[in-house]
């Protein structure tokens, strides 16, 4: 009996710590398209707020935007690596994780001018962040 729990236990700790994924990449695919459509749902708060003038709060829905985005970037990632990752993922995977990138990068920018009181540089990068999350989902909606 001590035995049979010794090697669950170790069994259990290989993988917890090896990082090997149980889910498939229809799972991550799906978790990825959930955070993308709240990335893109943050970065719409952020521009109304930002074109109202409310910088603070742009930038508060700007750092949810790019929370929501890593969380797509890291879940679509693990999808197109996946072994049993489909055609459509591997091909439109690839391009929708480079424009979440790019929004990731515009929106870190919005929030850095928009803490220090640049509202219309906030807005600038804020919708040239959209633009790369807007398109980044447009793939990412490819994937299956």
């Known amino acids: 009996m001590r035995l049979n729990l010794y090697v669950i236990a ?16 229809g799972m991550h695919v799906k978790v990825a398209k959930k955070h993308c459509n709240e990335m893109i749902a943050a970065g719409e708060s952020g521009l109304d707020h930002g074109g109202q003038g409310h910088s603070s709060v742009a930038v508060k829905h700007f750092k949810k935007m790019i929370h929501e985005a890593e969380e797509c970037l890291k879940h679509g990632q693990e999808g197109i ?43 600038d990068h804020g919708k040239d962040a959209m633009a790369h999350a807007r398109e980044g989902v447009k793939h990412a909606n490819e994937m299956n």
């Open 10 to 25: 170790t069994a259990v700790s290989f993988f917890a710590l090896s990082g090997i994924s149980f889910a498939g990449s």
């Open 81 to 123: 690596s996946a072994s049993d990752a489909s055609k459509a993922t591997k091909m439109h995977g690839p391009e929708a994780m480079d424009h979440i990138k790019e929004a990731i990068s515009h929106a870190k920018a919005a929030v850095d001018h928009g803490m220090q009181g640049h509202n219309g540089v906030l807005m």
